[in-house]
Each structure stands twice: as structure tokens, then as C-alpha cells.
């Protein structure tokens, strides 16, 4: 395809404390952070105000605008979504509250399940019947109008209408959802439409969250698309879940599928500063030493305030999964597949009965936050942690106006010494070794992250670079490396915003999926029927999500879950059967027969479970997801040939207190070369560099960080 990408785009990303913009004009790249606002849409316009005037254009000159937003995780992590009203099969009325079973935690006999999104006043039933052969009972209309009076007196904002079967067959569930619209003025969402795949409790709850956040969703993006009018700025296109943007419109009548925005976006941007030289518009380049743009391998590691986010990028692109859990809440749509623990810079440092020290999962939050912001936050965290080690410096600004509090830090920890039992060792205070043990206790945790979505999934971390960011990635991502073998890590430019950035590197994406259970063959040599009804469905779904796409030419990729016979689980595999000029007629007329997807079934299968079996393979549920590619931003760093702005004592876990070399993060130009122990502050992230690692900058910014000896300190760069 022609690339006729925007020479000025704006991507701006909602967080829980900080609302960060992005902008490349021409190459430059200028980001703003601040305050994340109640209602949201206010910070956003203000973040795009003050990106602009920085880089002194107006915002009717932006190109593109591309936009991640915590409006539907938040409406689900606090309940406060619509007043939802859901209709399903007589029968059926409590499958929602049933679920699995499965119990939050396996011994404790007090454990509770999260109340569902749809309290049982407002569920209703409807008599008629679907199998999965065909519908057996027919709607009434009748029926359906006294349902619609029942539910206006329910005092519902939004409906869900899921009806057993209705993957498969969906005739009455479309009659029951279209009386409802012409009888109620609230939206109403089928499961048919928002999720034809089987599995009847999977399919109510994410209809029903659908329908709880729409209301929210669509009147939030309201105000959006209508305060980027009065800027001048372009209808906005929004994160989904699974990584890519979609049209304004199309968005408000999937609203489920924005719960992930803001972290698909990150790993999106950790997919293309993985990238190398697509970033910095160069081939290998010896001044620079710009990468050559090959497809990387990479494990993403966002570290926040209260949490960290570990994804992996295969093939220059983000792992997706089919579902997700938020708040207790399944959601069976399409995502990037995110590994979330509960250790941040503002986890809680602490002893357990046993004496032992751990961290996490509780935070300090921002209010009143670790011990060093001065808030009155007294429990030591792994930011004090970070403080007491010498990593963040004693006249680091935290943030606006909040000044670093060093003395609260060393009290905190102090205390964390006494109740563990921890005494000064090494030359160090105990102070300054209970900071030791609590950064050594949160590695260990998001270490445990990252081989949950390599090591255990038949994957080796050491053939993976490890891409940071986040306000306190870069500084345990050398050492988490160092713990894990692996040989690289990339610390972005703008690392602290790298959501924001990657929005303006996000494709256009659609996904459809259909639930057909064909049996993919037994080894007798039969299958030509199979492969018939296999091409027929991905021509369906294809067509499908060709309809949503802006390009036409769009590329259609396919994809099975497919099954043992027998097994109540599924592997998600390629179902592409061929390569072709157009998109469209490659995964419309050659996918993957069905000999050739069994086999991709079982070499998966092997991988993730150590072992096949000689027997037959069933494909369960087909998917096709159009892509309209979008060249990832052109932009290149200028900075001095002298950063160095001195040096500290910095204590790291395995090699003691040394002096360290500090340097101005931002100053540094494409080019420098570092070597280990130092530490790079920047206005919005630090990196340490531990001993034995070197590290140098590439053209867009972005340290490169390897495990290097004799690296002889800064060797300038002329910013180009």
C-alpha cells in the first residue's frame, strides 16, 4: 500500500494520576503530561493545547489524532457503570450469577465472587427456545412488548439481550433486540453482535459489560469528538483492546471492546521502538548505530505506581489473546495479551507472620504516596526503595510541584528493618539494606511476570530483548535482565508517555469471529467437506470485517481456536493458507486446509503442553481481523555532546555502593555511549545502568542498553 501517512499526528492517552500527549511534527517529537481531569475529556483538550503550544502549531494543523482512554476499565474497576438491564432464555436467568466453577480462592471458605454488573431485578426471561441446530420456538411479539414495559419500569439506561444459542442461530434474539429498540430509547446490545462465539456464560457477561459501559462510553466520546471540532483538530480514532484504532463511531457501538485502551496502546509503542530503524527512518547506520529494522523479539515491561504490565512482541508485533479477566469481570473480545502483577513504585514494602519481607500487591497510591513525597505516607515503598538506593537523586522533582522527601524515605525503611530483622551489612545502614531486599523482592515478582509469558508458555526470555517504560521501568529493567539472562534492553525516548506514542504508530484493526465446531479430520484422508465449510465461514467473516475497514485493500488475516476432541479448552493458530497482492482474496479463497491447520494445532499444542495426540482435531471458533497499516512515526533525537552532570554513591544488589556517573537523559544525543554504573535522569523516567552494562542512543531517542565491559564513557554525538 502507498504510504500516505500524516506528517503531523497527535496521540493522547488517559491515566489514573497524569493525561500524556504526543505529538511528531516533521520529525520532532514533543510530548506534554498533565493532570488527568474529572470528566476526562477536559485533561485530554488540555494536554492537546499544551502540546501544541510547545510545538508551536495550532491544533487545526494535526493531521491525525489518536486517542486511549480509562473511561471503561475505570466504569468496571468502580462500578459506576449504566443501570443495566439483560434478557435471556427462561431458564437461563441466573447463568450470569452462576458463572463457573471456579472460587476466587480455592481454601478460603469465605471467599466471595464480584457481585455481577446485572443484579436479578433486571433480568428478565423470554420464552423461546434455539438449538444448535435451529430455532425450535419462535419470539412472540406480544411477548416482547410486555418485556419492553417491564424493563422501562426497571428504570434501565441500557440493555443486554443474550439468548442461548444465539451464536449459532440468532433469528429471535435480532427480533427481541429490534422490538426493544423501537419500544425503549436505551441501547441495547445482542450477543450476536458483540460476541457469536459459544460458551453461554462467557457470552452473557461481555454482552452485559458491553451494554453497562456503552452509555458512558458513547456520551464520553460525544464530548471528545466535539471538543476536537472546536480545535480544529480531526475526528479522533480510538484504542481498542486488541491493539488498534478504530473510527469514533464505530467504537460507541463496541464499547467492551476499549477495556485495555491505554495498555494496548503501550505495547503497541514497545512494538515499534522494538522495531529499531522503522522509528528512526535509517538503516544500519555507523554513527548512529541504528538497528536494521528486522521483525524483534521482545517482552514489554511497563512498571506504574501500582502495578507492572509485562506483554511479548513476536514478529515486530504484540501477542493477542482471545479473552480477559477485569475486576472479576470475563471478557471474551479480542486483546493484547497483558500479564498485570501488583508491584509498582508504590507497592508497599512489608513482613509476613513468618518474618518474611515481601512487596505488594497493597500501594501507597498517589494519596498520600510513598513515604518520600512528603504527603504524610509513612509505609515504605519500592520508590523510597529507589531513593534510598541512589537511583532516583535527591533533587529529583517527582511532578509538578512535589519535592523528594530523602529523610521520610530512610525513617520508613528504617522501621521496615526493625520488623524484619534487618541489620546494616557491607558498609551499608540498615536502612539502605531493607531498601536492598525490598528492590530485590520486587524483581523477583515482576521476574516471575515475565516468565509467566515466556518460560511457561515454551518460550526462552534470553532470545527476547526487554523493552522499558513507565515511570520506574527503566530503572529495574537491567536488573530484571541480569536475573532473567537476556542479553538487551531498549529504554524509549519517551518512555514515560509511551502510550501516548504509540497511538500514533497503531493500525486501523478489525476482528469478527464465529463459533463453527467442525471436526478437522482423523488421519482416514477425508476432509474435502470440511474444507469447504471452513473456506465458506472465513469468506463470511471476511467479508465481515472488510465492511468496518476505511481501505478496502485492507490484508485479512485468519486465525482458528481449535481443540482435541474432547478437550473443553482451545489454542488460538494461523488459519492463513496462502499469500496474494490483495488481502481479501488471500484469506477469503486460501485458507489454511484442514489437514494443514490440524498439524499447526498439534506443533502448538507441543510447544505450550510439552506433547500431541494421535487424535482428531476440531476447529471451534474461526476469526479474521482486517488491518490497515500505518507507518510508524519518522523521529530523531538532538542533544548535547556533553550530558554528564556528575556523579553519586548508588548502592545496586549484587556489586555494593560505587560512584555512579549521572547524566542528563534528555541531553544525551543520538550516538553517545555510555558505560555502567551510571544513572540517566530524565523529566519523566530514570534508567540505571548497573555495572557490566554499556549503553548508547539511537536516533530516535531510545537507550540501548547490553551487557558490555570497557565501554569508555560518553563519546558525545552531534544530535543527528
Same mark, same amino acid.
Request: glycine share 12%; net charge negative.
Given at each position: ?40 475529556? %477536559?485533561? &485530554?483538550?488540555? @494536554?492537546? $493545547?499544551? /502540546?501544541? !503550544?510547545?510545538?508551536?502549531? +495550532?491544533?487545526? =494543523? #494535526?493531521? *491525525? ?108 434474539? %435480532?427480533? &427481541?433486540?429490534? @422490538?426493544? $429498540?423501537? /419500544?425503549? !430509547?436505551?441501547?441495547?446490545? +445482542?450477543?450476536? =453482535? #458483540?460476541? *457469536? ?124 489473546? +482471545? ?398
Amino acid at each position: 500500500m502507498a504510504d500516505d501517512s500524516p506528517t503531523v499526528r497527535l496521540g493522547v492517552d488517559v491515566g489514573g494520576t497524569f493525561t500524556d500527549a504526543a505529538l511528531v511534527v516533521d520529525g520532532d517529537l514533543t510530548t506534554a503530561k498533565v493532570p488527568t481531569t474529572t470528566p476526562q475529556h %477536559a485533561g &485530554v483538550l488540555d @494536554g492537546i $493545547r499544551e /502540546a501544541c !503550544d510547545a510545538a508551536g502549531i +495550532a491544533p487545526a =494543523d #494535526v493531521d *491525525a489524532f489518536a486517542h486511549a482512554t480509562t473511561v471503561s476499565v475505570n466504569a468496571l474497576l468502580e462500578r459506576d457503570g449504566a443501570r443495566t438491564a439483560l434478557v435471556t432464555t427462561a431458564g437461563f436467568r441466573d447463568a450470569l450469577e452462576i458463572g463457573r466453577q471456579t472460587r476466587p480462592a480455592l481454601y478460603d471458605l469465605d471467599a466471595e465472587k464480584p457481585a455481577p454488573l446485572v443484579p436479578r431485578r433486571r433480568r428478565f426471561e423470554v420464552d423461546e427456545r434455539a438449538t444448535t441446530d435451529g430455532v425450535e420456538r419462535a419470539i412472540d411479539p406480544d411477548e416482547v412488548r410486555d418485556l419492553a414495559a417491564e424493563i422501562a419500569e426497571s428504570d434501565a439506561e441500557s440493555v443486554a439481550v443474550c439468548l442461548l444459542h444465539a451464536y449459532a442461530h440468532p433469528e429471535n434474539e %435480532a427480533a &427481541v433486540a429490534e @422490538g426493544l $429498540r423501537e /419500544a425503549l !430509547d436505551v441501547p441495547v446490545s +445482542a450477543s450476536h =453482535d #458483540v460476541l *457469536a462465539e459459544f460458551r453461554e456464560f462467557e457470552r452473557t457477561a461481555t454482552t452485559a459489560a458491553d451494554a453497562y459501559l456503552t452509555p458512558e462510553l458513547d456520551d464520553y466520546l460525544g464530548r471528545i469528538v466535539a471538543g476536537a471540532a472546536d480545535l480544529g483538530l480531526p475526528e479522533p480514532r480510538v484504542m481498542r483492546s486488541n491493539g488498534g484504532v478504530a473510527d469514533a463511531e464505530t467504537v460507541r457501538q463496541s464499547a467492551v471492546t476499549t477495556v485495555l485502551s491505554g495498555p494496548a496502546a503501550g505495547v503497541v509503542g514497545a512494538a515499534a521502538v522494538a522495531g529499531g530503524a522503522t522509528l528512526a527512518g535509517a538503516a544500519e547506520d555507523d554513527e548512529t548505530g541504528d538497528e536494521t529494522g528486522e521483525p524483534t523479539a521482545a517482552v514489554t515491561f511497563d512498571m506504574g505506581g501500582t502495578s507492572s504490565d509485562v506483554s511479548l512482541v513476536r514478529d515486530g508485533r504484540a501477542e493477542r489473546a +482471545a479473552d480477559t479477566t477485569i475486576a472479576g469481570v470475563p471478557l471474551r473480545t479480542p486483546t493484547v495479551d497483558v500479564e498485570t502483577v501488583g508491584a509498582g513504585g508504590g507497592s508497599i514494602a512489608w513482613t509476613d507472620a513468618g518474618g518474611a519481607l515481601r512487596v505488594g500487591p497493597e500501594s501507597a497510591g498517589a494519596e498520600p504516596g510513598p513515604a518520600c513525597y512528603g504527603r504524610g505516607g509513612t509505609e515504605p515503598t519500592v520508590t523510597d526503595a529507589d531513593v534510598r538506593l541512589g537511583y532516583i537523586g535527591p533533587d529529583a522533582a517527582l511532578g509538578g510541584d512535589l519535592s523528594l522527601d530523602a529523610d521520610a524515605a530512610r525513617d520508613a525503611l528504617d522501621r521496615l528493618a526493625d520488623e524484619a530483622g534487618i541489620e546494616g551489612d557491607d558498609g551499608l545502614d540498615a536502612a539502605t539494606a531493607a531498601a536492598r531486599g525490598a528492590y530485590r523482592v520486587a524483581n523477583a515478582t515482576m521476574a516471575r511476570a515475565i516468565r509467566s509469558v515466556t518460560v511457561e508458555r515454551g518460550r526462552d526470555p534470553r532470545a527476547f530483548d526487554l523493552v522499558a517504560f513507565g515511570g520506574a521501568g527503566p530503572m529495574h529493567a537491567a536488573a530484571l535482565a541480569d536475573r532473567l539472562g537476556m542479553e538487551r534492553v531498549l529504554v524509549p525516548g519517551p518512555a514515560g508517555v509511551l502510550s501516548a506514542y504509540g497511538l500514533l504508530a497503531a493500525d486501523e484493526t478489525h476482528d469478527a469471529a464465529r463459533t463453527v465446531r467442525v471436526t478437522l479430520g482423523d488421519g482416514t484422508g477425508e476432509g474435502d467437506e470440511t474444507g469447504e465449510e471452513l473456506t465458506a465461514a472465513f469468506a463470511e467473516l471476511t467479508d465481515r470485517v472488510l465492511a468496518d475497514v476505511s481501505d478496502p485493500e485492507a490484508a485479512v488475516e485468519l486465525a482458528a481456536d481449535c481443540r482435541y476432541v474432547g478437550q473443553s479448552f482451545e489454542l488460538t493458530v494461523d488459519a492463513g493458507g496462502g499469500e496474494s497482492e490483495s488481502g481479501r482474496s488471500a484469506a477469503a479463497a486460501a485458507p489454511a486446509d484442514p489437514a494443514t491447520l490440524a498439524e499447526r494445532f498439534a506443533a502448538a499444542h507441543e510447544r505450550a503442553y510439552g506433547y500431541r495426540l494421535d487424535a482428531a482435531v476440531e476447529a471451534v471458533t474461526l476469526r479474521a481481523t482486517a488491518t490497515v497499516a500505518v507507518e510508524a512515526p519518522t523521529v530523531s533525537r538532538s542533544g548535547a555532546v556533553d550530558a554528564k552532570r556528575g556523579a553519586r554513591r548508588v548502592v545496586f544488589p549484587d556489586a555494593g555502593a560505587v560512584e555512579a556517573a549521572v547524566y542528563d537523559r534528555d541531553a544525551l544525543g543520538a550516538g553517545a555511549t555510555l558505560d555502567g554504573p551510571a544513572v540517566l535522569e530524565g523529566a519523566e523516567s530514570t534508567t540505571v545502568v548497573p555495572p557490566a552494562w554499556g549503553g548508547r542512543v539511537r536516533r530516535d531517542g531510545t537507550v540501548v542498553l547490553e551487557r558490555e565491559e570497557g565501554a569508555a564513557g560518553p563519546t558525545g554525538g552531534d544530535g543527528r
